[in-house]
């Protein structure tokens, strides 16, 4: 399920900057990177919405929920003619990832409980991320080979009607598990869910931060990458490539650094991939060397690799099972927010200082977020309601 919603989502990486330019005429990154900032706005919103709407309705019926607003997304973008099919597409979509992928996150927590929760965040965002990236590569395969950029999002006609009959018809509801591990959990309830889970936490807030920063971060690769490489000389393929490696290792990292976070610091898990992203970013402003920017990307993997699953593994640490649903709501708010702020950022200093100049600041921005929370954070889930509130005094 994960996968195919993933896959919703890559075919658009390596070609909608491209399809701007070449298609619509757009040629400043703050009118192309206009498509990011809706689909950041609508998922973070739908983000939000699902973890309050999940005291009414069921995980299952979210999840389908949000497979129909992915229904009519390749359709728009096929035969889209102009920018705001294109925007609206991306509204919808951005929609469908914040319902569908929060309540797959949701339901997959409520179905492991306490123990291996690391590796089954792992696994969960692996089989989203990997099919990030494959279908990254794949779109940027079918348009060079077709010479047609519409082509590159045909695919998604069969991922979404698969995504609506799995949730129909193969994927079952959750709550039973829920009530089961809120009858012994005990971890205390956050007196105010909107503000733990923003800043007042001492673990939750630094974990939003970090999730802000890491979206910044996707954004501003996602928006500028391809336009750097195109500068650069690179050929559809070599950036459907590039664009891809990314996810990839991203995704296919997650099956050992989810696992990993059951065994060692999630702290330390979280702090190192954030450094590790924040060096490989900034190293794109260094290089135009196919081999090094291979190299910088995968690095950029692997950081975000040991960071995801710790996100949402510390969110479901420190927060009661009754709350869990509205605290990732809320996480994954602010987290996809960060594509809004972020392209909003990159397309503004873009077109004034360069594509590149912007990647070296996301990379210091991020490097600056590793320290913060290296300071702030405890290395074990506040499990004490007197000690939480002390932390916070």
């Keep these: ?20 330019e070449t ?57 889209a003619q102009n920018w705001w099919w294109v925007i609206g597409a991306n509204l919808l979509l951005g929609v ?35 099919a990030v990236g494959l279908a990254s590569f794949l779109a940027g395969y079918i348009a060079s080979t077709t010479g047609e950029i519409t082509f590159a999002f045909v695919p998604g006609l069969i991922f979404s009607l698969a995504g609506i009959l799995l949730a129909k018809f193969v994927v079952r509801d959750t709550k039973a598990h829920v009530q089961a591990e809120a009858a012994i ?14 800043w007042r936490h001492i673990n939750l807030g630094p974990v939003t931060l970090n999730g802000f920063v890491t979206k910044i971060n996707d954004g501003a690769l996602w928006g500028l990458l391809p336009l750097v490489l195109a500068a650069k000389g690179y050929s559809m393929v070599e950036i459907g490539l590039l664009a891809g490696i990314y996810p990839a290792v991203w995704g296919i990292g997650q099956l050992f650094t989810g696992k990993m976070g059951d065994s060692y610091s999630r702290k330390l898990l979280l702090c190192l991939g954030m450094l590790l992203q924040g060096v490989g970013i900034a190293a794109l402003f260094f290089t135009s060397l196919f081999t090094l920017m291979l190299l910088s990307l995968a690095t950029v993997g692997i950081g975000t690799a040991l960071v995801y699953p ?26 996809d927010f960060g594509y809004v ?42 499990t004490d309601v007197a000690q939480h509130q002390s932390r916070n005094a």
């Design 185 to 198: 959990s005990k971890v205390p309830f956050l007196a105010s869910v909107w503000k733990d889970t923003t």
């Design 341 to 382: 702020a972020g392209a909003l950022a990159a397309g503004y200093f873009s077109d004034n200082f360069g594509a590149e100049v912007v990647l070296l600041g996301s990379g210091l921005v991020t490097i600056g977020a590793c320290v913060f929370s290296a300071v702030r954070m405890c290395q074990h889930p506040v």
């Design 96 to 130: 469908n990832q914040g319902l569908a992928w929060t309540s797959s996150i949701v339901m997959t927590i409520d179905l492991v409980g306490e123990k291996n929760r690391g590796m089954a965040m792992g696994i969960n965002e692996f089989a989203g991320y990997l």
């Design 23 to 79: 298609t619509f005429g757009l040629n400043t990154h703050s009118a192309i990177l206009s498509f990011i900032v809706a689909f950041g706005l609508a998922k973070s919103l739908a983000n939000l919405v699902m973890g309050q709407l999940s005291v009414r309705f069921t995980r299952k019926q979210l999840l389908l929920a949000g497979w129909l607003f992915a229904l009519p997304v390749p359709w728009l973008l096929i035969y």
């Design 310 to 335: 710790t996100f949402l593994t510390l969110v479901a640490d420190n927060t009661h099972p009754v709350q869990r649903s509205q605290s990732l709501g809320i996480f994954r708010f602010w987290r």
């Design 1 to 20: 399920m994960t996968g195919f919603i993933g896959s919703m989502v890559g075919l658009e990486r390596a070609v909608l900057p491209k399809f701007a």
